[in-house]
């Protein structure tokens, strides 16, 4: 009889277990419950936000181009195909051509890109390889950042006072017409602005190429300057190539520094010595004395073509870019 009153105990005892921790599984199952459909509520509102700030970011892209499409169209109508090709920038005739600011954009551009690359990939694998750690290295990536943090109207002051001098003298050594001012010298202007982009990239690149491949390199009896050529080149093109595209994009784009040493004349250049005008530099100096309707839209026609041939030469750099990271 006692046998059974213990027994009895014991399974009351049990079930009253069993029943506490089903209760238990049932709680945090119903937590869970909870959170999960509050995760996903989180996740559904974290998804759309991003859509939208996507979304936000291409709608003010076409904003920018629908407006310069819809302010030029005066003198898309009345200047047609012949505003790309034509020679002769002459306001007071109501003449608008605008190759010479075309063949000057691009000119100070890509001369200024082939003056930067050696210095930005230099500086990258210096401070990317050689010096990624310690005061030295902090001391010249900071003054890097600083290069790139200096207002351009600072660059055009240095560039009158320094550069242009220096360059009238090369001018005079080698025979040619001594102006200071032109192509050449807003060519490095640009450079020396936009090192520090690519600089900046390709360091990032370096420092995350692996290490194993690296020792292996080593391991295999390469020299650092063969570990470089081979492994960390190789493995970081893309992030480079992308740091020039970034320059360009930044050269394409400048006003002021240009526009103070550029020279400012509708002329063709003849040699990258002469004085010359870029899109930007033109729309800078004669948006304000815009009295006609034809002469204001024809500058902010001037400002769409300028829009265009960033979008080109980004695109153009992107398949490029694409085409070196799946070799």
Do not use: C, H
């Not at 700030?53 to 302010?71: E, G, N």
């Not at 608008?96 to 694998?125: E, M, N, V």
């Not at 692996?210 to 300057?225: D, I």
Request: aromatic share 10%; net charge positive.
């Amino acid at each position: 009889m006692l046998a059974n009153k213990t027994g009895d105990s014991r399974s009351n005892l049990l079930l009253r277990e069993i029943s506490s921790i089903t209760g238990m599984m049932n709680v945090l199952k119903s937590v869970k419950i909870r959170r999960s459909i509050r995760q996903i509520r989180m996740e559904k509102f974290f998804r759309t936000a991003l859509i939208l700030i996507a979304l936000s970011i291409l709608i003010l892209v076409i904003s920018f181009l629908l407006t310069l499409i819809v302010q030029s169209m005066p003198s898309i109508k009345a200047l047609g195909f012949g505003f790309l090709t034509g020679k002769t920038w002459d306001p007071v005739a109501n003449v608008y051509g605008t190759y010479p600011f075309l063949l000057g954009t691009l000119l100070t551009s890509f001369l200024a890109l082939i003056i930067s690359i050696p210095f930005s990939f230099a500086i990258a694998i210096f401070l990317g390889e050689y010096y990624p750690r310690g005061w030295f290295s902090e001391f010249l990536k900071n003054s890097i950042e600083l290069i790139a943090a200096v207002p351009s109207v600072i660059y055009g002051f240095w560039g009158l006072f320094v550069l242009v001098p220096l360059v009238r003298s090369l001018e005079i050594k080698l025979g040619v017409t001594p102006y200071g001012i032109g192509i050449f010298t807003s060519s490095l202007i640009l450079a020396s602005m936009i090192i520090p982009y690519a600089a900046s990239l390709g360091r990032e690149m370096i420092r995350m190429v692996p290490s194993a491949l690296k020792e292996a390199a080593y391991s295999l009896g390469a020299t650092r300057y063969e570990v470089i050529r081979n492994v960390i080149l190789p493995y970081s093109k893309s992030g480079l190539l992308a740091g020039v595209l970034l320059s360009l994009g930044r050269a394409l784009g400048e006003t002021m520094a240009v526009t103070m040493v550029i020279g400012n004349t509708s002329l063709i250049p003849k040699s990258i010595f002469d004085p010359g005008n870029t899109m930007a530099s033109v729309i800078a100096n004669e948006f304000t004395e815009a009295a006609s309707s034809l002469y204001l839209s024809s500058l902010i026609e001037l400002g769409l073509v300028l829009f265009l041939v960033t979008v080109i030469i980004n695109l153009i750099g992107k398949r490029i870019i694409k085409r070196f990271t799946t070799d």
